[in-house]
């Protein structure tokens, strides 16, 4: 398409571009433009431009400006919603989560600031009202109760993990406590943790327990760890020397660890070789070792050397504990076996300490070391086990004077704080129970190693483990329990510290209780009686036993009623009996039971024991079956069993051919008779209709007596009623008011349905009851009152109260002086500066007895005892 021909034509083409075709005014310098290279482009895009104008290129541009139109708007809503997107956050930010963190963080202030101030003036009032010695003497019982919490969580841990064993190394390890009651940040959680721990964790660990200086060996920081928190194992190190010849020809070691858990043997024996049965030989050439008459053959096992022997024997004996009444045997069926079992545990006091080493502790033991540690323990299990039998095996042990020697020796020797030391000494504190109280001992012992007290006295005070404490308390407890004992008591024994301080675990019963015990033994001697009340802690003490008497009440609210003239009681309905029929409440509750626990529900509800009533069988199984019929009931002879075992007391017998059940009948129940309401008083009380069913009915029979007595005004013949005569319209309405309520009053929970008459002989209804004097108020006292009898633990504490009671209100005169008018005691020094100090101190134990129980008054007052004589001991404490 050639340019030229078009721009020749006159005519133009118009658009919204306003495009023309028509040539310019000076076509010789368009010529000349066109000429040139630029303007050969300039020609080249014209022509272009007006062939697309020509082809319809309008209609193609004005769509795209129309889709670039439509593009724009999209995006400038999409725009403006995203725009309203963000305000409607930014608003639900600033109205809702902004106002509430700000909230919140001003009530946290607003606590803080209350705290503050609420803990500022109580500071202030406890200063004022409470003394500052209190004060300290309270800050310090807490700083104790927390201490020994800390204690007894540390002794259950490692108790805990004493049991853990290497076939489960992801075992949950239990946490031991730092001195100041924080975990360490890097105790391990598990055994495989604690295994695999190296060695710059391993000395910091050791470090935060004030263990000791940590070893650059992780075998042996990981022992200490181990031993600390009573882990059963330890890492043994085996070293293979290995020459190495260097450049410089130096001879050099080195050393290669491997790391191997081995079993540290230290549990019970009993528990380890104890069978359920003997198992006999199967070759039948050691039959003489089953037997069970008198033989010396054990003592020849247990004395042979042999190892095999040795293990034999202990076993064999651990089975015949076993086996025996009791778990214990006779000694006097196998003669010299006490003394071959006596061999073992002297050996390990004596020449076996001297073996062993602190090394023991953290690495194991030798194998002929331990095997032999582990014959004495065995050995001393076996005679814990046989002091049980006190009729026949005490004596022979109390005649043994090897028995004695070899406690003492225990006691003196061992030490409590070592863990391998630890069971032995536990096992030797339990067997000296079995003769402690009866073991000739006299005041020439006081002074000697063979006095065990002040040994026991430092176990229990000093030791953290647990069962050595409940061990050492009993032990005492037992030994003091003999009278002749008493010079052996001392006012500052460390035991009375130990059972004072362990006192406030009310909790721990266990542990309590020996405390309570050897506290009561102690201030059963008058003299440690009296020296406890100059004792510091003498009125936190009294204070802890009144606790504990209030922290074992079970008690449960009970009325009672004061005295009352006595009333007769008269109900204002006729009551009458009818048997019971399930309700509908509880066959819905029953209903879904199964069998035949429902039977039996079924039965309780329905009937009772009576031994002079009998019942059809088919008249129960009737009822049973009327009632559970579509629900998957009993066969008839299942449910006669059943009444059986419900009601001992019922036989299923035949009687003349009947099948009875004698000793039952039906469950009756009392209700008002309420067909007596609706009776008809028509004619001044005289008509004979009877009584209705219903007021309706009632009151259609009234109606029937006014049709005969015509149109005209009528009269009402109700009962006594002298209203004036009524046309009948009128007069149904007056009617109406003599009819009873079709449904009783329903009267309030507290109100019963009788009349209660003061005066004997009356009878209801009344003559006059306007005169009946009103019936005397029911005046009843709501008090808790004990529903259990003391437990012993109480009855301890409440004795030791009683006895700081009697010396603390004691009246004691001086004694006369020989010579004077009245008889005098001799040896009684009464003159002098010595008498007058004595009688200050006793005037100043008195005292401080006196103002402890003047402070516990009001919580005896709170006490309740079901025992007569405990009562009047509390009353008399409280009678002051």
């Known amino acids: 398409m050639n340019v030229n021909s078009y721009s020749a034509t006159p005519s133009s083409v118009t658009s919204d571009l306003d495009y023309t075709t028509d040539p310019p005014a000076s076509s010789a310098s368009s010529n000349d433009m066109l000429g040139t290279p630029a303007g050969t482009s300039l020609g080249e895009l014209h022509g272009q431009t007006l062939e697309t104008v020509l082809l319809g290129g309008e209609p193609q541009i004005a769509k795209d400006i129309q889709s670039l139109r439509v593009q724009l708007q999209d995006q400038d809503q999409r725009q403006r919603e995203g725009i309203q997107e963000i305000g409607l956050i930014l608003g639900r930010v600033l109205n809702t989560e902004v106002i509430e963190l700000m909230r919140e963080r001003a009530e946290e202030e607003i606590a803080r600031e209350l705290d503050q101030l609420v803990e500022a003036q109580v500071t202030a009032c406890l200063q004022d009202l409470i003394p500052e010695e209190l004060q300290v003497e309270v800050a310090e019982q807490e700083k104790y109760l927390e201490e020994i919490r800390r204690d007894l969580h540390n002794s259950e841990s490692r108790r805990a993990n004493a049991l853990l064993r290497s076939d489960d190394p992801s075992a949950q390890l239990q946490s031991i406590y730092k001195a100041d009651g924080t975990m360490p940040d890097n105790f391990p959680r598990t055994l495989q943790e604690l295994f695999e721990m190296d060695v710059s964790t391993s000395q910091e660990l050791i470090e935060e327990y004030e263990l000791a200086e940590g070893s650059d060996s992780r075998e042996r920081n990981l022992n200490r760890l181990m031993a600390f928190v009573n882990v059963k194992y330890q890492l043994l190190c085996r070293f293979v020397k290995e020459r190495r010849r260097e450049a410089w020809g130096c001879c050099n070691r080195r050393i290669v660890v491997e790391d191997k858990l081995i079993v540290n043997h230290v549990n019970v024996a009993v528990t380890i070789f104890v069978r359920s049965a003997m198992s006999t ?74 073996q062993m080493s602190e090394d023991d502790d953290l690495f194991s033991p030798p194998p002929e070391l331990a095997k032999k540690r582990q014959y004495a323990l065995e050995s001393l299990v076996l005679l814990r086990n046989a002091g049980f039998l006190e009729q026949v095996n005490v004596p022979l042990i109390m005649a043994n004077q090897r028995s004695w020697s070899l406690v003492c020796c225990a006691l003196g020797n061992l030490n409590a704080a070592r863990d391998t030391h630890a069971e032995f000494l536990l096992h030797a504190i339990d067997f000296f129970h079995c003769f402690a109280l009866r073991y ?233 008779n309420q067909t007596t309401r ?40 109700w009962g006594n009623c002298q209203h004036p005569a009524l046309l009948h319209a009128k007069l149904h309405r007056h009617l109406l008011t003599h009819l009873p309520h079709p449904h009783p009053p329903q009267l309030p929970g507290s109100q019963n349905d009788h009349v209660a008459v003061v005066r004997t002989g009356e009878r209801y209804p009344l003559k006059d009851p306007t005169m009946r004097p009103p019936a005397f108020p029911r005046i009843t006292l709501k008090e808790r009152w004990p529903t259990e009898e003391l437990p012993s633990t109480s009855q301890t504490a409440l004795l030791c109260l009683r006895i700081l009671f009697g010396e603390s209100f004691s009246k004691s005169d001086q004694a006369p002086v020989s010579g004077e008018d009245f008889f005098g005691f001799p040896g009684l020094s009464v003159a002098g500066d010595g008498g007058a100090a004595s009688t200050e101190q006793e005037k100043e134990r008195k005292a401080r007895g006196q103002k402890a129980f003047y402070a516990v008054r009001g919580m005896l007052e709170s006490l309740r005892v079901r025992s007569r004589v405990y009562t009047d001991w509390i009353n008399e404490m409280v009678d002051l």
């Open 678 to 717: 609706f009776r008809c008083h028509w004619d001044r009380g005289t008509c004979r209709a009877g009584a209705f069913s219903s007021a309706e009915k009632l009151f259609a029979h009234i109606l029937e007596h006014l049709e005969g007595q015509g149109s005209g005004p009528s009269s009402c013949l």
């Open 281 to 354: 030989p199967p070759d039948g050439t050691e039959r003489w070792y089953t037997e069970f008459g008198q033989n010396n053959r054990m003592v020849m096992a247990l004395q042979s050397g042999v190892d095999s022997e040795i293990r034999w024997a202990l076993r064999r004996l651990a089975e015949f504990a076993h086996n025996s009444p009791g778990g214990v045997f006779r000694l006097d069926l196998l003669p010299g076996v006490l003394d071959a079992l006596f061999d073992w545990p002297e050996w390990y006091v004596g020449e076996g300490l001297a």
């Open 440 to 672: 000739p001992i006299g005041p020439e012992y006081l002074n000697t190693i063979w006095n065990p007290v002040p040994r026991l006295a430092r176990i229990a005070a000093t030791s953290s483990n647990r069962s050595l404490i409940i061990s050492s308390l009993t032990a005492l407890d037992i030994f003091f329990q003999n009278p002749a004992r008493a010079v052996f008591l001392m006012p500052d024994s460390p035991a009375l510290e130990a059972s004072l301080r362990y006192l406030p675990l009310v909790d721990d019963e266990p542990l309590v209780s020996p405390c309570l015990h050897y506290l009561f033994t102690h201030l059963s001697d008058p003299r440690m009686s009296r020296e406890f009340l100059l004792h510091p802690q003498m009125l936190a003490t009294v204070r802890l036993l009144v606790n504990v008497l209030l922290d074992d009440q079970a008690r449960e609210m009970t009325e009672i009623e004061l005295g009352q003239t006595p009333q007769q009681h008269f109900p204002t309905e006729a009551q009458v009996t009818m048997d019971y029929v399930l309700t509908k409440e509880d066959k819905e509750r029953i209903l879904h039971e199964p069998e035949p626990k429902r039977c039996l529900k079924w039965l309780k509800l329905m009937f009772v024991a009576h031994a002079q009533s009998e019942m059809r069988q088919a008249d129960i199984w009737n009822d049973y079956r009327t009632t559970f019929g579509l629900h998957n009931p009993l066969e008839p002879l299942a449910l006669m069993q059943h009444i059986s075992s419900v009601f001992p007391t019922a036989q299923s017998m035949v009687d003349s051919g009947r099948f009875i059940v004698r000793g039952l009948d039906r469950r009756r129940v009392f209700t008002s």
